[in-house]
C-alpha cells in the first residue's frame, strides 16, 4: 500500500506542478514506470485509484489521460461517498446544509438577475396545498438548487447538491408527518427569495439559516 501511495502522490505532483494538464495524454505505462521510478503493478494500482477520484481517465485501447479537473468533476467522488452514507447521519447532512447554503443565498443576491428570480418565483407558484409530497420535495430540491447555482460558485454549487439525495428521507419524511410543513417552506422560500430579490445577502443568508434550522430541529425530536 506505501508503495501505490507513493505512486499516486508522484503522478499527483506531476499534475499539481503543471508537467501534466487537463486533457494531456500520459506516457505509455512502461515509459511512465521508468520515468517516475516505479513498478508498473503500483503504477497500475495508482491509476486505477486516481480514475476513480476522476483525476484521471483511462480509455481503453486509447491511453490513460488527465481528465478536465472541473471541481463537479473531481466532487463526483465526494457525491458518491455521501450517496453510500445512509444511516443515522442524516442530521449530520442538514448541519452541513445549514453552513453552506446560507452562504449560496448571500452570494445569490448580489448574482442572481431580476429574470432568474422571476422564473423562481414562478416555480414556487407551481406547488398548492394540495399538492403531493413528492411534488413539493422536487419544487423544494429545484428551488434550493437554483439558488445554489446562482451563487457563481461552482464547487458550492456541487456541494449542496451532492447533498440533495442523502437529506431527501429527511424532506419527504417531514412533508408526509409535519402538519403545516408545507405553508412555512413556502413562506421561508417566498422570505429568502424577497431578500435576494432587494439585493440583501445578510437578510438572505438570515433567511436561508433559520428555514435549515427549522427542518433539522424538527428532525431531531422524531429521529
Not at 413562506?187 to 445578510?202: G, K, N, T, V
Request: proline letters at 3%.
Amino acid at each position: 500500500m506505501a508503495v501505490t501511495d507513493e505512486a499516486i502522490d508522484k503522478i499527483k505532483e506531476m499534475i499539481v506542478t503543471g508537467q501534466w494538464r487537463p486533457g494531456d495524454r500520459l506516457p505509455k505505462e512502461a515509459d511512465l514506470a521508468a520515468q517516475l521510478g516505479l513498478s508498473r503493478n503500483s503504477l497500475r494500482e495508482a491509476v486505477r485509484a486516481l480514475s476513480q477520484l476522476r483525476i484521471l481517465d483511462v480509455r481503453q485501447g486509447d491511453g490513460t489521460y488527465v481528465t478536465s479537473l472541473k471541481p463537479q468533476l473531481l466532487l463526483d467522488a465526494v457525491s458518491f461517498a455521501v450517496e453510500v452514507h445512509r444511516d443515522g447521519s442524516v442530521l449530520e447532512f442538514f448541519e452541513v446544509r445549514r453552513l453552506l447554503e446560507p452562504a449560496a443565498a448571500a452570494m445569490a443576491s448580489s448574482r442572481m438577475s431580476d429574470e432568474e428570480v422571476e422564473l423562481l418565483r414562478l416555480h414556487l407558484a407551481k406547488v398548492q396545498p394540495d399538492s403531493s409530497v413528492d411534488e413539493l420535495v422536487a419544487n423544494d430540491l429545484e428551488f434550493h438548487r437554483r439558488i445554489a447555482e446562482a451563487s457563481g460558485n461552482s464547487v458550492l454549487c456541487s456541494l449542496i447538491n451532492g447533498l440533495a439525495s442523502p437529506t431527501l428521507r429527511g424532506r419527504i419524511w417531514r412533508g408526509v408527518n409535519d402538519e403545516g410543513a408545507w405553508l412555512r417552506t413556502q413562506s421561508e422560500h417566498r422570505s429568502i427569495l424577497d431578500a435576494i430579490a432587494s439585493r440583501q445577502p445578510e437578510v438572505a443568508r438570515a433567511w436561508a439559516a433559520v428555514h435549515i434550522a427549522g427542518v433539522e430541529q424538527w428532525l431531531r425530536k422524531v429521529l
